[in-house]
């Protein structure tokens, strides 16, 4: 079992960063493939920004490359997103995720991959 809880949301002015973190518990965190997820009112959760398990491949969303930078701590069980330049269509609940084990490619963009949830944390962005 896997619990993870993210941390790090706010409320920001357009223009501005934050950094979402994502702590896991457990002994295997370093095995699984990490993911990051958002939905907007309104709207269907959509993929973010993913990374493997070794740290080596990472992916994103076109609308969030190069201003989001996905990152990970094996040694701290924990999974990062720095994200900058920030706008109000980034506006979102942002959730984190964990793969059963090691996973990687452009599939980790597919929600169906992940088999445990954090709760998410809110960011909004105001304009």
């Known amino acids: 079992q896997v619990q993870l809880v993210e941390s790090g949301g706010g409320l920001v002015q357009a223009g501005g960063s934050l950094r979402l973190s994502c702590a896991a518990s457990?002994?295997?965190?370093?095995?699984?493939?990490m993911g990051w997820f958002r939905q907007a009112p309104g709207k269907e959760r959509e993929f973010v920004s993913a990374i493997t398990w070794n740290g080596v491949s990472t992916y994103y969303t076109d609308s969030v490359k190069g201003r989001f930078t996905i990152s990970r701590d094996n040694a701290k069980n924990t999974v990062y997103l720095q994200m900058n330049s920030l706008k109000p269509e980034d506006t979102a609940v942002y959730y984190c995720?964990?793969?059963?084990?090691?996973?990687?490619?452009?599939?980790?963009?597919?929600?169906?991959?992940?088999?445990?949830w954090g709760q998410g944390t809110q960011v909004t962005v105001s304009s």
């Open positions: 457990g002994h295997t965190f370093s095995s699984r493939a």
């Open positions: 995720a964990a793969t059963p084990g090691p996973a990687g490619g452009p599939f980790l963009q597919q929600q169906r991959l992940y088999n445990y």
